[in-house]
Structures are given as C-alpha cells and as structure tokens.
C-alpha cells in the first residue's frame, strides 16, 4: 500500500517537472537568463580579461576561458533556481497550486516537482557549457569522468538554490518579488572564487569568499577542467550543495507551512 502510494506521488513529480520544462520552454523569460545572461558574462571576461593568467600567484590553465567555465556554470544554475521561483510565484499568482493543494496528492509534491524541473534545468545548462567551452578551445583535464562529476553538480545546485526560490516564492506568492533576487545572483556569485581565485581577492571579499558555500561548489565544478577528476573536491562541492540545499529545504517547508495554515 505504501509502495502503491509512492509511486503514485512520484507519478506526480514526474508530471509537474514535465510541466515546469515545458514552460520554460515556452517563456524565453524563464529560459533565456539561464543561457544568455552567463553565455555573455563568459563571453566579456575571457575576452576582456585573458591576461589574468599571467597574475603571479594565478592557478596554471591552459587558457582563461578553463578557469571562467565554472563560474558561469555557477551563475546559470543559480539563475535556474530563480527562474523556477518565478514560475511557482506565476503558479501560486494564478490559483494553480491552490487546486493542487485541493487535490488528493501530497503537499511535498508542490515543491519537488518543481524542483525536478529546476534540477532537469540545470543539467541541460551543465550540457550547454560544456559543449561551448569544448568548441572554443577550453580543455577539460579530467576527461569523461570530469564531465560527468559537472554533470552531477549542476543539477543538484539548480535544485538547491530553486528551493531557496521557491521557498520565497511561496512566502511572498508574488512573482515580482522573486524576480527582485535576480541581482543578488551576480553579487553572492562575484564575492566567492567563482571568477577569480580566492587567494587572490582583496578584502574584505576574500574573508566572504572563504564563508561563501559557493566557493565550494565553484571550485569543485573547476577542479575537473583544470587538474582532474578529483573525489575529495567532488565531496566538497557536494558540502557546498548541501548547505545552500539545507537552507533551501527549511525555508521552503517553512513557507509551505505558513501558506497552508493561511488558506
């Protein structure tokens, strides 16, 4: 009976993340910040500040475009988790998770399901810059195995920081005001080691760098490209995740919570 009520629940997240991908698809809003914004980024810094690599004290890459791939890895699933948010908020603003809550399925399947949608997101920007980074000339040290531990990674961070999203948007139930995190993406990912590497920061944004999780999950998603498949820097960026994932799952159980007794 359990497995039966499982299976139908997970039925159910399977159709809400077919659902979220089929809206981002349809909305070049929620599709295109996930694909142009960093495309551009990458495509600015490599270009305008290739000579980095020559910073004394600089990590040795084969080119700057190798050291920036994580970074903009990074941004774009963090602006997956975004986009996601703001599509629950339009869910919430439209009455669409109100008959969800009506019907007999179980509440978590409200949040899981979009982020499986975010998650399904993230690994197609995982594919997307992997692709355009090997067709520009960067050169992934760790081979297959270092593009499947990014494969891993990107996903788990665009659900980890959707349900921070989510979290907000079923507290605020306003699009607008999901959207208004939109520019503390480029400030959390700028102050972590995403761009530039920690040692070489000045202060205080060396001290944040150290605190971000961001930093972990940044360096973990480097490491393959630059050095090498790597267990110990998969397992912390995998500590990354879990921590923005945590807070994640709190606020949006919280906000869940709240909503339900609000009616």
């Known amino acids: ?23 981002a698809f349809r909305r070049p809003q929620f599709l295109a910040p996930v694909v142009v914004f960093p495309s551009l980024v990458l495509a600015v ?7 980095a690599v020559h910073i004394p004290g600089f990590p040795r890459v084969h080119g700057f475009l190798d050291f920036e791939l994580a970074g903009a890895m990074l941004q774009s699933t963090m602006l997956a988790g975004v986009s996601g948010g703001i599509a629950l908020a339009l869910d919430v603003e439209m009455g669409f998770i109100d008959r969800l809550v009506a019907a007999p399925v179980s509440r978590w399947v409200l949040v899981v399901g979009r982020l499986a949608g ?10 997307w810059f992997v692709a355009a980074g090997l067709i520009f000339g960067a050169r992934i040290e760790g081979g297959v195995l270092g593009i499947l531990t990014i494969l891993v990674l990107l996903p788990l961070t665009a659900a980890a920081f959707g349900a921070i999203a989510a979290g907000l948007a ?7 005001v999901v959207q208004g995190v939109f520019p503390l993406v480029f400030v959390v990912v700028f102050l972590s080691s995403a761009f530039f590497p920690r040692h070489l920061l000045l202060e205080p ?4 760098a150290d605190y971000n999780p961001m930093s972990l999950i940044a360096e973990a998603l480097r490491y393959p490209v630059i050095r090498g498949a790597s267990g110990g820097e998969f397992l912390k960026g995998l ?10 799952a709190w606020f949006s159980a919280f906000a869940l919570r709240a909503r339900l007794r609000a009616g």
């Open 205 to 208: 944004a060396r001290s944040v």
């Open 118 to 127: 975010t998650a399904a997101l993230g690994l197609l920007s995982a594919l």
């Open 1 to 23: 009976m359990r497995r039966a009520h499982l299976l139908a629940q997970l039925r159910v997240v399977a159709a809400l993340s077919r659902r979220a991908l089929k809206q």
């Open 45 to 51: 810094n490599t270009g305008g500040a290739g000579s």
């Open 239 to 248: 500590g990354g995740v879990a921590i923005v994932g945590a807070v994640g």
């Open 170 to 176: 079923l507290k605020s139930g306003r699009a607008s």
